[in-house]
């Protein structure tokens, strides 16, 4: 892939991504009543940002195409079949282990901690929270992070609960 | 003279040991968190608002002020010393504040940044006492009509300082007012945009919103990135400059501060635009532009003055008009909202204890800092070498408690994760969160004054330019589209960011 494209299909993505919540929220602005210009309903407003949403979408999507086209090049790079050839082509198995993979042990550690909080209470949502998302650095070892995760977890008892009197549970209920 | 009075009441509220005690501990919280790199004010001040629910009102914004601030200050000794932002604000400082540091000139650099940003936060603190009365009896002729195209014009500015392409950071705002329509409509009653999810009925919290796009976005960013931070090992040197140094830093100094107090009251400005309209200023005005980049002392006395004046003077739109000139602000809103007060021209007539207690306590703020910094120095560059490995499970520790206290719920908590994923993809396809924010902020207050209006002028359209102030606003608003468009603008701003 030409280096060139990358800034290009940023800007397509983003514009073709704008396009497709401004459709959503005109589709959902439009079970509101509208009303008049006098007395607006609840979809007036939503129902123009909408609007203003896809106008925006597909001015940076136009744009970014026909910028491609003034520098010669083949307009056809960004049919749908091409856009996906690139796009696997730079989420590469190395991306999926660098990106993907951090970022899905941040997600599973955050909602473990949102799971586990009302009914383990905060020790123990804060040690699954700091040892799972602690995982996603690619230099984490089990000997730093379960100490830092039971560290953290009596700290944050201490702040949070004893110190600022946040009603939180601190052991299963 | 009314201002000196003004300003007594302002002592009088904040010289207790309580209040002072929170100012000092807000511009320590605040510099810590300026000092590491990957850690924003906009997600430590969401993180840290749970605290401040119990706290008397005052005591509440002083310490938020405070590390709002305080992460301006704190920035610079990381840039100073390794190369890196604390904060974005502080990207200019790098420049030639390293370029110092390797030189031999650290403890100078900072010093003379520590003193810049005293000079500037003094200043900014008079120009927000002076102007702050007129601006509110100024204000209080604004209707519906004015508060809408106020806020357009913010909106507008925002996306025209913003960096990157003008059309996305466009379709971001209205993204984020979209965001913000989410919930039970106030007029009518109707929920929308909740597909259902009772959670949604009362929209979505600020807080969560902020900590998923700024907090939680970030470490996934910086996972992506091996940990590639230099800790400094030179000596730091004398911190006091020489009167050599001093001479060279004044003017500089000084015109940071003017224009940083000026930016900072624009709508989207703040500190960050200050920083690097500054440097561009110095090197264009300097007797030999190629000494910057190599340790001039210009480019760090200019732009650390000008970003502080900035941070201070943005607090103009708030404390005056209730509007939220950037995040920071937006987050200073919900704080305020919290504790029962409606951020507006009233406020200084209705609590001015409150009002110009905030004001003055800038100022300590800025004592604090000095104090605090230069002494401190050698704490903050051990701080520097702890690895991110072991910082990022602390702040998901702060973000998840905090989001979770909020509304004791588990719901915001997975939403502020989903704001955090897409947050990372705003930052893969090249869209900047901040005009996102100040859109959400703004949404519902511009839509509330828009139907106001609108039922007041019985549906004409034409009261927003019949009236001369709207008409004013919207004008500006205008030209600076205008101004946008015509290319040799367009150019300066992209040089502006560019390379300062």
Not at chain 1, 70 to 81: E, H, K, L, M, T
Not at chain 1, 114 to 128: F, H, N
Not at chain 2, 293 to 307: C, D, L, M, R, T
């Amino acid at each position: 892939m030409n280096p060139l494209f990358l800034p290009k299909l940023q800007d397509f993505l983003s514009g073709v991504l704008f396009c497709v919540v401004g459709a959503v929220t005109i589709a959902a602005a439009s079970q509101h009543p509208l009303g008049t210009a006098m007395r607006m309903g609840a979809g007036y407003f939503p129902l123009f940002l909408g609007v203003l949403l896809v106008v925006f979408g597909v001015t940076v999507a136009t744009r970014t195409m026909l910028k491609h086209l003034r520098q010669g090049q083949n307009i056809g790079d960004f049919s749908p079949a091409r856009l996906l050839r690139t796009l696997r082509r730079i989420v590469d198995r190395e991306a999926v282990r660098k990106i993907v993979l951090p970022a899905a042990l941040v997600g599973v550690g955050v909602l473990a901690f949102a799971g586990l909080l009302g009914s383990v209470g905060l020790l123990g949502a804060i040690l699954a929270l700091v040892v799972i998302s602690g995982a996603a650095h690619h230099e984490a070892s089990w000997r730093e992070l379960l100490p830092l995760g039971a560290g953290l977890a009596v700290f944050g008892v201490g702040v949070f609960v004893w110190g600022l009197g946040l009603p939180l549970p601190v052991l299963p209920t | 003279m009314e201002l000196f009075g003004n300003l007594g009441i302002g002592f009088d509220a904040v010289l207790t040991l309580a209040n002072l005690g929170y100012c000092f501990l807000g511009a320590l919280l605040g510099t810590l968190i300026g000092v590491l790199p990957g850690l924003g004010p906009v997600a430590t001040i969401a993180m840290l608002l749970p605290i401040t629910y119990g706290l008397p009102p005052l005591s509440a914004l002083i310490m938020l002020a405070g590390i709002y601030y305080g992460a301006q200050y704190g920035g610079s000794t990381t840039a100073i010393l390794v190369n890196l932002p604390g904060e974005s604000s502080s990207v200019v400082t790098c420049l030639d504040g390293y370029a110092m540091a390797r030189q031999g000139r650290a403890g100078v650099a900072l010093g003379v940044a520590a003193l810049g940003s005293f000079f500037a936060g003094t200043v900014a603190t008079m120009i927000i006492a002076a102007a702050a009365s007129p601006l509110a009896e100024f204000a209080l002729k604004f209707g519906p009509a004015e508060y809408f195209s106020l806020m357009l014009l913010g909106l507008v500015a925002a996306v025209v300082l913003a960096q990157g392409d003008f059309f996305k950071a466009l379709a971001m705002v209205a993204l984020g007012l979209v965001l913000g329509s989410v919930g039970t409509d106030v007029s009518s009653g109707e929920e929308r945009f909740t597909f259902g999810i009772p959670e949604l009925a009362d929209g979505i919290s600020f807080v969560v919103l902020s900590m998923g796009l700024f907090g939680i976005a970030e470490i996934i960013v910086n996972l992506e990135h091996s940990d590639k931070r230099e800790v400094f090992k030179q000596k730091i040197g004398s911190l006091l400059p020489t009167r050599h140094d001093l001479k060279a830093a004044a003017k500089p100094a000084l015109r940071g501060t003017l224009l940083g107090s000026v930016l900072g009251i624009l709508p989207g400005g703040g500190a960050v635009l200050s920083s690097f309209t500054s440097y561009t200023l110095e090197k264009r005005l300097a007797a030999d532009p190629s000494r910057f980049g190599k340790g001039a002392i210009e480019g760090v006395a200019g732009p650390e003055a000008a970003n502080n004046a900035g941070a201070q003077t943005s607090f103009i739109p708030l404390l005056v008009m209730g509007l939220p000139s950037n995040a920071v602000m937006a987050l200073m809103v919900g704080a305020m909202m919290i504790h029962g007060i409606v951020p507006g021209p009233q406020i200084m007539s209705e609590r001015p204890t409150l009002f110009w207690g905030l004001i003055v306590s800038m100022w300590i703020g800025n004592v604090f800092l000095i104090l605090l910094n230069m002494p401190l120095i050698g704490i903050w560059v051990r701080l520097l070498q702890v690895p991110y490995r072991l910082l990022y499970p602390i702040i998901l520790v702060f973000c998840c408690v905090g989001i979770y206290s909020i509304n004791n719920s588990a719901f915001d908590v997975g939403l502020a994760l989903v704001f955090g994923l897409a947050g990372y993809l705003f930052n893969k396809l090249g869209c900047e969160p901040a005009p996102l924010l100040l859109g959400f902020v703004l949404g519902p207050m511009m839509e509330e004054n828009l139907r106001r209006a609108m039922l007041l002028a019985r549906g004409d359209a034409t009261v927003f330019f019949t009236r001369p102030i709207s008409a004013t606003l919207l004008a500006l608003a205008l030209a600076l589209i205008l101004l946008l468009a015509s290319p040799t603008a367009r150019k300066t701003r992209e040089e502006a960011f560019r390379e300062a």
